[in-house]
T-cell receptor
Framework: AQSVTQPDIHITVSEGASLELRCNYS??????LFWYVQSPGQGLQLLLK??????LVQGIKGFEAEFKRSQSSFNLRKPSVHWSDAAEYFC???????????FGAGTRLTVKP | DAGITQSPRHKVTETGTPVTLRCHQT?????MYWYRQDPGHGLRLIHY???????DKGEVSDGYSVSRSKTEDFLLTLESATSSQTSVYFC?????????????FGNGTRLTVT
């Protein structure tokens, strides 16, 4: 089965600084990749997804992610973080004909004023 | 936001008692899922449904059963709750098969088994 690793459990950045959250996946074919965000006490919300085509995908709230097949990575980026971006972020990978989408353990983002 | 309602939002129960969690959707989506969220594990799929009366197991299905008698409702049952089932449970829905269709999540049910 496919799997996802998010190497960073917790990241702290200053407001206005750039952000990169790492995601590495394991899957033998072309994966379907997602980033979700979870605010405290809420369910997950889709930020962006990659299925095929352009390897740089744009999402909501100013986020983008780049698919790098050679590195099995799908890192999430934002040029300038806002205090409201503080949340937990999950990377997920889907596989063809498999409804068991696999999630990473999550990265908690703290934003310093 | 997708119309997904989970009930109850919080529940405390004792070991050995049966528990049923409910997920109700107003989107008429074919696929429905139950996940559990635990620190260090992210979300793990328990069971999912691809239509009325059509369900299948996920990664962590032991100790859980599900039923879907109507498109809009998906029930998760813990036949005899154990402390290891203390978790936050999320229902999700999608229009198409989950691997290529974004999931829309409910706000979760926090279950504590004492």
């Amino acid at each position: 089965a496919q799997s996802v690793t998010q190497p960073d459990i917790h990241i702290t950045v200053s407001e206005g600084a750039s952000l990169e959250l790492r995601c590495n996946y394991s899957y033998g074919a072309t994966p379907y990749l997602f980033w979700y965000v979870q605010s405290p006490g809420q369910g997950l919300q889709l930020l962006l997804k990659y299925f095929s085509g352009d390897t740089l995908v744009q999402g909501i709230k100013g986020f983008e992610a780049e698919f790098k097949r050679s590195q099995s990575s799908f890192n999430l980026r934002k040029p300038s973080v806002h205090w409201s971006d503080a949340a937990e972020y999950f990377c997920a990978v889907g596989a063809v004909n498999n409804n068991d989408m696999r999630f990473g353990a999550g990265t908690r983002l703290t934003v310093k004023p | 936001d997708a119309g997904i309602t989970q009930s109850p939002r919080h529940k405390v129960t004792e070991t050995g008692t049966p528990v049923t969690l409910r997920c109700h959707q107003t989107e008429n989506h074919r696929y429905m899922y139950w996940y559990r969220q635990d620190p260090g594990h992210g979300l793990r799929l328990i069971h999912y449904s691809y239509g009325v009366k059509d369900t299948d197991k996920g990664e962590v299905s032991d100790g859980y059963s599900v039923s879907r008698s109507k498109t809009e409702d998906f029930l998760l049952t813990l036949e005899s709750a154990t402390s290891s089932q203390t978790s936050v449970y999320f229902c999700a829905i999608s229009e198409r098969a989950g691997y290529n269709s974004p999931l829309h999540f409910g706000n979760g049910t926090r279950l504590t088994v004492t």
